[in-house]
């Protein structure tokens, strides 16, 4: 069965700094990889997703995330954080190009100091 | 409209309650699906609708009923709930199953 495991449940990173959110998956087959964020009130809006190809991998508002088979991650980052960056963000595993079946992990709650 | 709107965006109910949530969007997606976000577990998958068909159930407990009209809107039957149905209830759709999905901002439901 496929899983997801986003260890960090809260980051604070001051602003301007570097964030990396990090997500370790299981899964039988070539994964789907996806990255979404949820601002307070919101839905998920998707950041990046990855299927094939280069395993870095640019997404909306500057993030960038990482596929790393041997160590089975897709880490998320971006080199300089904005206060509005400030959500929760999760990290989700599934089949077929838009994600059918999409597992999600339990998200990780990011805080920015000004 | 743009999107996926859901409505209520808030709801409080008793338990011997029956209420809906809705959903519609205006994307012409053919897929839509309900999940459950409850606070320190992962997404749940609750129902997925194709074509207004559906093709899955993750087991889902009777007491929410789904419905699918047509490929533009869903609603979720509500009815005795118990107080752990409280959560967030996301609507998305997608065109295709395998389609990106474009998630709505949710129902926050209370049970009392």
């Known amino acids: 069965a496929q899983s997801v495991t986003q260890p960090d449940i809260h980051i604070t990173v001051s602003e301007g700094a570097s964030l990396e959110l990090r997500c370790n998956y299981s899964?039988?087959?070539?994964?789907?990889l996806f990255w979404y964020v949820q601002s307070p009130g919101q839905g998920l809006q998707l950041l990046l997703k990855?299927?094939?190809?280069?395993?870095l991998v640019q997404g909306i508002k500057g993030f960038e995330a990482e596929f790393k088979r041997c160590q089975s991650s897709f880490n998320l980052r971006k080199p300089s954080v904005h206060w509005s960056d400030a959500a929760e963000y999760f990290c989700?595993?599934?089949?077929?190009?838009?994600?059918?079946?999409?597992?999600f992990g339990t998200g990780t709650q990011l805080k920015v100091e000004l | 409209e743009t999107g996926v709107t859901q409505t209520p965006r808030h709801l409080v109910m008793g338990m011997t309650n029956k209420k809906s949530l809705k959903c519609e969007q205006h994307?012409?997606?053919?897929?839509m699906y309900w999940y459950k976000q409850s606070a320190k577990k992962p997404l749940e998958l609750m129902f997925v609708?194709?074509?207004?068909?559906?093709?899955e159930n993750n087991s889902v407990p009777s007491r929410f009923s789904p419905e699918c009209p047509n490929s533009s809107h869903l609603f979720l039957h509500l009815h005795t709930l118990q107080p752990e149905d409280s959560a967030l209830y996301l609507c998305?759709?997608?065109?295709?199953?395998?389609?990106?999905?474009?998630f709505g901002p949710g129902t926050r439901l209370t049970v009392l």
């Open positions: 994307l012409g997606h053919n897929a």
């Open positions: 609708y194709n074509f207004k068909e559906q093709t």
């Open positions: 990855y299927f094939s190809g280069d395993t």
């Open positions: 998305a759709s997608s065109q295709g199953l395998a389609g990106e999905k474009v």
């Open positions: 989700a595993v599934g089949a077929g190009g838009g994600g059918n079946k999409l597992t």
């Open positions: 899964y039988g087959a070539t994964p789907y």
